[in-house]
């Protein structure tokens, strides 16, 4: 009897053990290309010994943000090392991977092996197995013996966020890079200027952020004509500035700068109101909305000051594009504006079926500003607009009133980056009309989970050429209507997920009923690091 007891008992205990086990799963956001399980016994962490890297400061950075990953999720601190003795997590690079940012990750018993065919690529891998391993004791984790193998759709994979309508300080922004490298983004479109609030220093100009940096009021509610009468506003300074470029360094992502030109400048002429057609009075803008006053492309004294902007700019932010906006900029004062006029007719401007000499004056702007940046060594991105300025083939167009113009634009030959409203404009709302009663106010417009990761930035009718030139996909936050860091976060999470599988995951691997399982497993990271998230369309579907 007694020995029946102890049999059950120990059977009892084993299978308790077997339960408790926590298995290491690559099925995660965004998924792989290839994962194929090899032959083997599953390996235990708690048997690993150290993380092992062979290369430079990156490399050793790279090995330091694994370990801290699985301490968050288990618990245990891996020694970081270049001594390949034990049961190890190895890294390198490897001229064996053709793309700079893709990678393998091999689990066998002699440990795990990263390889990628950059410092990024290994980056990638490191935040593919952060994501596989479950936040549990390391007693409990082990790892089947797998290889994985991966790599981007799009070279291009960004996310946008606007600083300019509410300002958002150096600690959010850098919040804000670790969700994107979390999900294998790399470019942080970063908006500091804007009608309501100017964030960039310049030395040459010290009004932009004297003045243009504060609004003296803000509306309540969409344009309602009531206002809360206090002063907002607030700027980086250019450390700041320097520190944010350098995180996102680390964490392979390029942060690229965008000064909106020639219109959404109400701050910057409020500072300086000689730029403008008229010589103002200017406010920095309390309203939200596209305004009649824009810099006056007739003026000598405005590419003087674009090209002081710049040069200052271009001192902080090395990456090789520089946004220029170029959208929303009404000719109401061009029109009118004798200096403007004059402008179009010395440079012969002369309005046709499509575009007036106003369309082409501002196309003489943009030009003249893409010169400069391209003596520089630069490259210039602009919103669509700028197809209607008969703009250079050498600027990239960001496509967001709808895929059309993005398409036409692959089509010249232009370079395309896609962020329609439809699928990309995080500050419109994720949940449907009859849940009204919880939202908070936003700018409105409807762009559900599933309507962004079912975006197809290339559609299958395009040619093989015009399909190089897409290049890219992007989500933007603008922040009319949010003010704090907790509805920023909501507003991203979890569509920051779906969006990380159409810039990374292959169309035919693509699935949304099992991608929302693998979000719903990634919501375990979003609540360690104490983010907020909407999680409605994960309970409709779970």
Known sequence: MKKTFLSILFLACIHFSAVAQEMVDFNVVPLPRECVAQKGKPMPLSDFQAICYKGGEDMKRNAEFLADYIYQNTGKRLNVTTNTKGVVISMAVSEKISAPEGYTIKVSNKGVDIQGGSNAGVFYAIQTLRKAIPIADADKVQMNPILVTDAPRFSYRGMHLDVSRHFFDVNFVKEYID?????????????????????????????????????????????????????????????ELRDIVEYARQRYITVIPEIDMPGHMEAALAAYPELGCTGGPYEVEDDWGVFDDILCAGKEETFHFVKGVLDELMEIFPSEYIHIGGDEAPRTRWKECPLCQAR????????????????KLQGYFMKRVESYLNQHGRKVIGWDELLDCDVNKSATIMSWRGQEGGIRASQMGHDVIMVPTSTSYYDYYQTPEDDYWSKPLLIGGFVPLDT???????????????????????????TEYIADKELAEYQVLPRMGALSEV??????????????QRQIKLTAIYRQQGWKYCDFSLKLKN
């Not at 979390?182 to 200027?193: E, P, Q, R, V, Y």
């Not at 309501?196 to 030395?203: F, I, K, M, S, Y």
């Not at 810039?503 to 929302?516: C, H, I, R, V």
């Open 344 to 359: 179009i007719k010395q440079q012969g401007l002369v309005g046709d079926g499509k575009h007036s000499a106003e369309d």
């Open 179 to 239: 969700m994107l490298a979390l999900h294998h983004i790399n470019i942080f479109h970063f908006h500091i200027t804007d009608d309501q609030g100017w964030r960039l220093p310049v030395d040459k100009f010290p009004k932009l952020i004297e003045v243009g940096a504060y609004r003296n009021t803000t509306v309540i509610g969409r344009n309602t004509g009531l206002y809360n009468h206090q002063r907002y506003g607030g700027y980086f300074t250019k450390q």
């Open 452 to 478: 962004v990761y079912n975006a197809e930035p290339a559609p299958s009718y395009l040619t093989p050429e015009a399909k190089k030139h897409i290049i890219g996909v992007q989500a933007n936050l603008w």
């Open 503 to 516: 810039q990374w995951t292959m169309p035919e691997n693509k699935d949304y009923k099992a991608y929302l």
